[in-house]
């Protein structure tokens, strides 16, 4: 058998992924010809598993893309469409189906062009349609930071992949096309994209079994978080390589003819260690590059379990084992469904080495992981062991989110269960169970249920009672003693480690005592209804009944509770309902809205976006960090939450003369000489100040826009500078301009 080549990033004995990690990033843009080239060699590649009308549909999918995206370039320079196309290639590496690949084609044309889910659904169907959303983000809205933002698109992302596990793939491709062609985009924006690939999206790869796209994540993300680390680390293995090859060679020719002598038919390849994984150790155990010897491993590729048993004393006896350090991930795989044996060896000069010993199945699997269901068709027994590890593990990201309306809070929880090394210990009936490592008592009470979680006092590890602070080891006999009045600590959130362990301790502790804060909670409305109006009378069945059922809340308890545990505002139900008691007894509520004072401050901000200004009908939003923003009824910032009870609540413009307001306008004048100066004094004739003031003009158009910002008192104020404005002959339109910040948004008169 030959010699295995050793590449910096090629994995042992499997087949490379679609696209290698480059060495140089540098690419030129692709032209028509090079699209056409790789929409052929893409299809072709697809017919060898697909039928041809599937063929045919995926096709569809490639020119429906490139239509929408026609005109839309990267920022490297390459046409739109050579993205969504890359993407879809990866996934046709895993022979995805032909729904997911078209979906794939189309993942960007609802976020980035002006196709909705209804018009995919229609020509490609419901399922693929659920797939394009699933991975599109959601709009985000004024005010909301890019945090949040990206916790909440994440959060819809991870219950879309709860429904179908092709969303991940889908964007898990999407990824890794970003971060190969990441050296287009500005440094910062670099950063970010590769810190959250490393933080988010490689784990999620390991997560499911994806061990080649997972390394060449946090291989990419490396080179870009820490490109001169990279470079050097780089250069560094590049000079190891030839000064360990013999040594390499000699470990490769050893290990074959003991296997041989041993009479067992076996596969043996090595590879480098990726870049990622050195420096990770350097970094972990403060090591300098020539102190980590076993940056070259070797992979054992036998027929059967029993034989990989075999093939381990065969080498134990070829060099002797490092104590402490042989793992047995065959008899216990690991939460992703991995299995191999591991263990290190005293090589030649007492060099440690690597050596991995599995059968070709639990290679294919460790390869592929979940994509192995589309690229396998078969029965396999540890296929779908793997699939039923997925669909446990995506539950519990369902039974995580349910406790929590906060996506930062949820992204925290998730981020803490990508954990990449487990321990396992026993269950009182033998059952093993996977842990992060660290994971405490508590920890393991809430995996085995969360009853159980809620109700433990005490535990015995090993048969001897134990803190349940006390951290779990591999191999650990656990049993979690109970008690039927008992209730989670607060303390215990120091030491827990799963999400889901502190999820529903958070969970616990904001529900608990209940009947105190439906107390409180009663206390601050009745407050707030006597702010509000202090002649209000007591709210009638029906008033409450109406207000209990918007806030989809089925007893008063339940609202007075929110109240109480400061999930709703007290002064925004008590609006409320004095709003729905005015609707009930025909009488208008006093008063029906919240009045403001029309300045900015602490609590209260107006928008940037539309500019209100007195007389304008408003709404406030409630910003957890910035108090009230002030938005004009029309606002297109607003549309998409005006549904949302919780945040919105009506206002009005409490009487304060005197005070000035910017607000933008547009005028459209004859391209005379001096009109700009005409207009301005023409303003300044109604009392209002002009703070800026920009212009556009055409080459050979007879008209010329002007952008004003003035100041006035209110809406009155500025009919009266509009109507001055008219009056001049060289003014051809005014329009007052609402929706973007620098006021060049569509105009509302």
């Not at 906060?406 to 093993?432: A, M, N, Q, R, W």
Request: hydrophobic residues 40%.
């Amino acid at each position: 058998m030959p010699a295995a080549s050793l590449s910096q990033s090629g994995p042992f004995c499997a087949a490379s992924p679609p696209h290698p990690v480059p060495e140089d990033p540098s690419r030129a843009a692709c032209s028509p010809a090079d699209l056409a080239e790789d929409l052929e060699q893409f299809l072709a590649q697809l017919s060898t598993y697909l039928k041809p009308e599937d063929v045919e549909q995926v096709a569809a999918a490639y020119h429906f893309s490139a239509s929408a995206h026609r005109g839309q370039f990267r920022t490297s320079g390459e046409p739109y469409v050579s993205h969504p196309l890359a993407v879809a290639e990866t996934l046709a590496h895993w022979r995805l189906d032909p729904q997911a690949l078209a979906a794939a084609l189309l993942h960007d044309v609802m976020e980035d062009t002006a196709i909705t889910k209804a018009q995919v659904a229609q020509d490609f169907g419901k399922a693929t349609a659920e797939l394009v959303d699933g991975v599109s983000k959601l709009d985000r809205i004024e005010n909301q930071s890019y945090e949040e933002a990206q916790a909440e698109n994440f959060r819809k992302m991870l219950l879309a992949m709860a429904q179908d596990v092709r969303v991940i793939l889908i964007k898990l491709a999407d990824r890794l096309h970003n971060m190969r062609t990441l050296h287009a985009v500005p440094v910062a924006k670099r950063r970010r994209v590769a810190r959250e690939t490393l933080d988010i999206y490689a784990p999620i790869a390991n997560r499911l079994g994806l061990n080649v796209l997972f390394r060449e994540l946090q291989e990419l993300a490396f080179r870009n978080l820490n490109p001169m680390r990279y470079r050097v680390l780089a250069k560094a293995v590049r000079a190891a390589r030839g000064n360990r090859r013999e040594v390499v060679d000699k470990v490769l020719a050893a290990l074959r003819q003991r296997l041989a002598d041993a009479h067992l038919d076996a596969e043996v390849c090595g590879r480098e260690k990726h870049l990622y994984g050195i420096y990770r150790k350097m970094r972990e155990k403060r090591l300098a590059f020539s102190q980590v010897h076993d940056i070259y491993g070797f992979r054992v590729i036998v027929a059967d379990a029993p034989t990989c048993y075999l093939a381990l004393g065969a080498l134990h006896g070829l060099y002797k084992p490092v104590p402490g350090k042989f793992k047995d991930y065959i008899a216990i795989p690991k939460a992703n469904g991995y299995q191999s044996l591991h263990s290190i060896l005293f090589g030649p000069n007492g060099t440690p080495i690597e050596v991995q010993i599995r059968t070709t199945e639990m290679n294919r699997l460790a390869e592929s992981g979940i994509a192995s269901h589309w690229m396998y068709k078969s029965a396999d027994a540890a296929l779908n062991e793997v699939q039923t590890r997925t669909h446990r593990w995506l539950q519990s990201l369902l039974d995580i989110q349910a406790d929590h309306g906060d996506s930062p809070e949820f992204l925290e929880h998730i981020k803490v269960d990508l954990f990449p090394d487990e321990v396992y210990v026993f269950t009182p009936k033998g059952k093993i169970m996977a842990l992060p490592r660290g994971a405490t008592a508590v920890d393991f009470a809430f995996a085995v249920h969360t009853d159980i979680g809620h109700r433990c006092i005490a535990v015995k590890i090993n048969y001897e009672l134990m803190p349940l602070r006390t951290q779990l080891r591999n191999g650990d006999h656990v049993e979690i003693l109970t008690a039927s009045n008992a209730s989670p600590n607060a303390a215990w959130l120091n030491f827990v480690v799963t999400g889901k362990a502190r999820s529903h301790i958070r969970n616990y502790l904001r529900n608990a005592r209940v009947e105190e804060a439906a107390a409180l909670g009663e206390r601050l409305l009745r407050n707030a209804i006597a702010a509000l109006n202090p002649d209000a009378v007591e709210p009638g069945p029906a008033v409450w009944d109406r207000v209990i059922k918007d806030y989809g809340l089925q007893t008063k308890q339940e609202l007075f509770a929110g109240i109480g545990l400061g999930r709703k505002l007290p002064l925004v139900v008590a609006h409320q309902l004095l709003h729905v008691q005015g609707e009930k007894t025909g009488e208008p509520a006093h008063p029906h809205a919240i009045s403001i004072r029309g300045t900015k401050g602490i609590a209260v901000e107006l928008a940037q976006c539309c500019h209100p200004i007195p007389g304008d009908p408003i709404l406030g939003f409630i910003h957890k960090d910035r108090g009230l923003i002030i938005h004009t009824h029309d606002c297109p910032s607003i549309r998409t939450f005006r549904a949302d009870p919780d945040k919105w609540l009506d206002v009005e413009w409490e009487a304060e003369p005197g005070h000035m307001f910017d607000v933008s306008i547009k005028v459209v004048v004859g391209n005379q000489r001096g009109v700009l100066a005409k207009v301005a004094a023409a303003i300044a004739e109604q009392g209002s100040n002009i703070g800026n003031v920009s212009m556009e003009e055409e080459d050979g158009s007879p008209y010329t826009v002007l952008f004003f910002t003035v100041q006035v008192e209110n809406r009155m104020h500025l009919a009266r500078v509009m109507r001055g404005l008219r009056v001049l002959p060289d003014v051809i339109r005014i329009f007052r301009i609402k929706g973007r910040k620098d006021g060049r948004a569509a105009p509302s008169q």
